[in-house]
Structures are given as structure tokens and as C-alpha cells.
């Protein structure tokens, strides 16, 4: 058979297998098991060429398996196995699961087939997704290795080895490589300075933040997200610290307070203001916001990032963290808040607070009482009262709360399903926080005709008042964001992604016998709201926003005065 000449893949490959075994030794592992086989060649390689780790080679993967059990025990250490595909990489099933129960830390690496070549009767190939199930503490599959993904490989390395550390168990991490397998690698990717590891798992308790006084004087920025810790603690912590606090609406934590910045998404998308604006160090109190800007900007910064998480597996989209903090968010926030002042540069707070509230007023001076997305969303966020939950649904109106949501003195508790990110389900959720009580929802067309067929139950026997908020923009406007709206052809971009609905949002809510009003204009919004949560039972409130197009302008030319105000209030 015809040999098979390297190209970028299979560089790409052994550049991946490289940064992995590299990025484990730099997070401690110090042994690496390898079986014969064709499949798992560029982790064999690699192993074989990373500095401060012995290679053990044996035969049979089961044995292999329980070598390595008793290296990480002698040296309670983290171990690396190294196998082919197909039923190799299934003998190491009775070691995963003895490793499960005695809390061993093993860090499976799996060589497997590419996706094309499962499932068609290729040799050596089983199905390895998920192999050893609930015995391994997690598993990951990078999928096929391509060049352009480096960014992902030391991450990828640094969330194995943190589960394979908390609590201590085995780790499956699955990959998938392609023919020819002995190639020469690409540039690695660079790790940390100074050869420290991409993340550092510390564990604390209720009563320690001590990791915080490391940051001592520097300028520190803090995140706050869903299912962070208390808003109070959260904000405390910030003030005693001298810290900005950026505040995802789903925190709860966006209170009108000098050091609480709302208005991030706006300051982050220009690039002056980015530069400016940069931390130090970040903390990260819940899961990240929706807001592209600040992914953007963190990856710029590239600062430390030291996320907390009950469960040490921190959101991390752009594999940035690089302190994993092992704690209940509220102990350590109440920690936090009653550390010694760190002091964190005056001057650093007071160019955020003044780039704030100009950007704020920014907003205020551009609202013209119209009934666009932008200022649907900022209504909302001031007049929704104390105590009722807002419900708001993925793709844009979770987005425009939190680019265009109002700093208020209680700020409101906002609810969104966030985990999976989707549409669906949305009217259901609005209804199941008003059940017995009463909530707000604020949703886009096709979110509220997705899940249209919920009205049919209403609020059931609980009761209660609920106020549906439906944004009519004739279709799926967040696409219009996206880089389809330019390479697609406008009929079919129409056709395809904007999906304009053929049925009339308040005609199905009155069909299906709630209360509707349809609105013109923000003030009529905000009383046909205010009248719906003193009326039992459901109120479908439609209010018909500019389309696609004349949204996308408008929250450009927004971000472009609120960041001009920013600039001139801070000189730069």
C-alpha cells in the first residue's frame, strides 16, 4: 500500500499530542503507561519526548492499567495511560473502575478512528464514546484535529487533569486521529511563562479566600454570572476590594452602585476603551456572560483568571481560567468580603465608574421613547417590580438586557435558561415561575410560537399572573448579527434563517385565551405590563419592533455613542 505523505493534519496531530503530554507534566504527571499500537502513535511520540516524564511500556493494557494504579499510589501522583483503539482501550475497564472507587487519578488517553471510520467495519474499531460511562469522573473527545484549533489543546489538557484531581478518579479523554500517524508536529502551542502549568486546582473552604491576597494593589475586575454567589457578597467583596464589578443581569448583582458596571458590552467592543480598561487578574463569581465583546477582550488581556466553583469544573469557553478555586460560592465570597482591604488602584475603579456612567448616559440621551429591542429590554430592567421574577429567553432579549439593562437600586432577579442556551421551553419556564405568584416574561416571536402550545394549560391550578413580553420582529433577528446575513443571498437568507412565522403572535395568544394588548410605544409597554401583573391568569403583551436590519443599526450606533462618551470621560 501506497505510503501517505504527511500534511498540515497530521502535523497539527503530533503538534496536539505534544502540548497535551507537555501541559500533564507541567500539571504533574510524572509517569505516562504506553501499550504497543498503531493508532495512539503521536501520544507514544510525544510521551517519549516530554521532559521530566518516565515512560513505562507493558504489554497488556489490562496489567497496564494496575501498573499504573500502583505508580499513582506510590507517589500520589497523577498517572498517564497511554493506549490504541478498539479493545485495548476496553481492557482498561476493571483498573477505571477500581481507580473510580479508590479515588486513584489516572488520566486515560485513548487513541481512536476518525468519526468516517466508526460504525463501517473498520479493524481495531469499537465504539469509544463514553466507554467506561459513570466509572471515570469525565470524559472528552477534542474531536478530529485540525489546524487553526491550537488555542483548545492546553485547555483541553488543564480540564482533564483538574478532573482527574477533584475529586481524585480516573479521566477518559477520547482522540481521534487520522493516517499518516509519525509526523513531524507543528509549532506547539506555548504554554505558561516560567513553565507553570495552564490551570492550578486549589481547594479552599467557607472561611478561606486566602488566594486573593495575591492580588494585592493589582486591578482586579470582577465577573459576576448566573449561579454565582449571593449578589450582596458579591457586591461587598468588590467595594471592600476597590474592584470593578461587571454584572450579568442573571447575577442579580446589577445594583446602582458606584462600583457596578453594566454597560461592559458597550466599553469592551471598542478597542481603546479595551486596552484601557485592562485587569490584572480577574475573579470569576458564576458562569460568564452572553457578551461576545468580553470574550473578546479576555482573550486579549489574557490576565489570571481565578474562577470558583463548587465542583472545580468552572465555565470555560475560551480556556482561560487559570486558578480553579475548589468552593461554596457564598463561603467564599463571605471569605472574600471580610479579607484585610486589598487595594485595588484607585484611579483603575474611578476609570470604570466615570466610563459607566457616561456610557449610562449615553443610553438615557439616545432613548426616544420608541419600541425598539434596545429600550424594550432597559424598560424592563427598571420597571419590573421588587420581587417579581423576569424571565428572558435566549438569542437577543437575554443580550439586549444585559447590553442595555439599567443599573437599579434592587436589582430585579432575572431568570433564563442559560445551561443549553436555546429557545426552548421559554414560555413553559415563564410560566412555571409565575405559578402561584407572578413573573414577567420577555421573549422574540419564535421563541413564544415555539413554545406557544403551553398556553393551552396556562398557570394551571396554582394560579398566579404571568405578563409575556413578545418581541415581534418578524423572525429569528439575531441572525442578522451573524456573518450569514452578508454571504447569504437575502431570499434565502430570509427563507433559512430568519424564518419569519406565517402566524400572528396575538392572534395565537387570543386564541388560545389569554388577555393580549399590542403596543406602540414604551409607555403604553410599560402600563399594559404594570396592568397585567394585577390580572389573574395570563397577559400577552406584543409589542412590533423595527426589523432585522434596523435593529442591527441601532445597537451599533448605541455601542458607538456609549464608548465615545466612555472615551471622552476618561480622557482616552
Not at 489546524?147 to 480540564?159: T, V, Y
Amino acid at each position: 500500500m501506497a505510503s501517505v505523505e504527511p500534511g498540515p493534519t497530521a502535523a497539527a496531530q503530533a503538534a496536539f499530542a505534544a502540548a497535551l503530554l507537555d501541559e500533564l507534566a507541567r500539571g504533574g504527571v510524572r509517569d505516562v503507561v504506553v501499550c504497543p499500537g498503531s493508532r495512539s502513535t503521536p501520544l507514544v511520540l510525544a510521551a517519549t519526548a516530554t521532559a521530566g516524564v518516565r515512560v513505562h511500556v507493558r504489554l497488556d493494557e489490562r496489567g497496564a492499567g494496575f501498573f499504573a494504579i500502583g505508580r499513582a499510589l506510590a507517589d500520589r501522583a497523577p498517572v498517564a495511560i497511554v493506549v490504541t483503539s478498539g479493545t485495548a482501550a476496553a481492557e482498561l475497564t476493571p483498573a477505571v473502575v477500581e481507580a473510580d472507587l479508590a479515588g486513584v487519578p489516572l488520566v486515560l488517553l485513548t487513541a481512536d478512528r476518525p468519526p468516517e471510520l466508526r460504525g463501517v467495519g473498520a479493524p481495531q474499531t469499537i465504539d469509544q464514546v463514553k466507554l467506561f460511562g459513570d466509572a471515570v469522573r469525565r470524559y472528552l473527545d477534542p474531536g478530529p484535529i485540525r489546524p487553526g484549533s491550537e488555542a483548545a489543546w492546553r485547555p483541553l489538557a488543564a480540564r482533564a487533569l483538574s478532573a482527574a484531581l477533584v475529586p481524585p478518579g480516573p479521566v477518559h479523554l477520547n482522540c481521534p486521529f487520522v493516517e499518516p500517524l509519525d509526523a513531524a508536529p507543528s509549532a506547539v502551542p506555548p504554554g505558561r511563562p516560567g513553565g507553570a502549568p495552564w490551570r492550578t486546582v486549589r481547594r479552599a473552604t467557607h472561611a478561606s479566600a486566602d488566594v486573593l491576597t495575591e492580588l494585592s494593589g493589582k486591578r482586579v475586575i470582577v465577573l459576576a454570572g448566573r449561579a454565582g454567589a449571593e449578589p450582596a457578597l458579591v457586591a461587598a467583596t468588590a467595594a471592600r476590594h476597590r474592584w470593578p464589578l461587571l454584572a450579568d443581569p442573571l447575577s442579580g448583582a446589577r445594583a446602582d452602585a458606584p462600583h457596578v458596571v453594566a454597560a461592559f458590552d458597550a466599553l469592551l467592543g471598542n478597542p481603546v476603551l479595551r486596552d484601557a480598561l485592562a485587569p490584572d487578574a480577574v475573579l470569576a463569581l458564576g458562569a460568564p456572560p452572553a457578551s461576545r465583546a468580553l470574550g473578546d477582550a479576555l482573550v486579549a488581556w489574557a490576565p489570571r483568571v481565578i474562577a470558583v466553583s463548587p465542583t472545580g469544573w468552572p465555565d470555560d469557553p475560551h480556556g482561560l481560567v487559570t486558578d480553579a478555586v475548589v468552593a461554596p460560592m457564598d463561603g467564599f465570597a463571605r471569605a472574600a468580603a471580610a479579607l484585610e482591604p486589598l487595594g485595588g488602584p484607585a484611579a483603575y475603579l474611578a476609570a470604570w465608574r466615570d466610563a459607566e456612567a457616561a456610557a449610562q448616559r449615553a443610553f438615557d440621551e439616545a432613548c426616544d421613547g420608541a419600541l425598539t429591542e434596545p429600550w424594550v429590554a432597559r424598560a424592563l430592567s427598571r420597571e419590573v417590580p421588587d420581587g417579581v421574577p423576569l424571565v428572558v429567553s435566549s438569542s437577543m432579549p437575554v443580550r439586549d438586557l444585559e447590553w442595555f439593562g439599567a443599573k437599579v437600586p434592587r436589582a430585579p432577579r432575572v431568570l433564563a435558561n442559560r445551561g443549553a442556551n436555546g429557545i426552548d421551553g421559554v414560555v413553559s419556564t415563564a410560566l412555571g415561575a409565575a405559578c402561584g405568584g407572578r413573573a414577567v416574561g420577555l421573549l422574540g416571536d419564535l421563541a413564544f410560537l415555539h413554545d406557544v402550545g403551553s398556553l393551552a394549560n396556562g398557570l394551571g391550578e396554582g394560579g398566579g399572573r404571568c405578563v409575556l413580553v413578545v418581541l415581534d420582529n418578524r423572525g429569528g433577528a439575531i441572525f442578522s448579527f451573524l456573518p450569514q446575513r452578508g454571504s447569504v443571498a437575502p431570499p434565502s437568507f430570509e427563507r433559512l434563517f430568519l424564518t419569519p412565522p406565517s402566524v400572528d403572535p396575538a392572534a395565537a395568544a387570543a386564541g388560545l385565551g389569554c388577555d393580549v394588548a399590542e403596543v406602540k410605544d414604551l409607555g403604553a409597554l410599560t402600563d399594559a405590563v404594570a396592568a397585567g401583573l394585577e390580572t389573574d391568569g395570563v397577559t400577552v403583551v406584543v409589542a412590533r419592533v423595527p426589523d432585522a436590519d434596523a435593529n442591527v443599526a441601532l445597537h451599533r450606533r448605541l455601542g458607538e455613542a456609549a464608548a465615545a462618551a466612555a472615551r471622552a470621560a476618561i480622557g482616552v
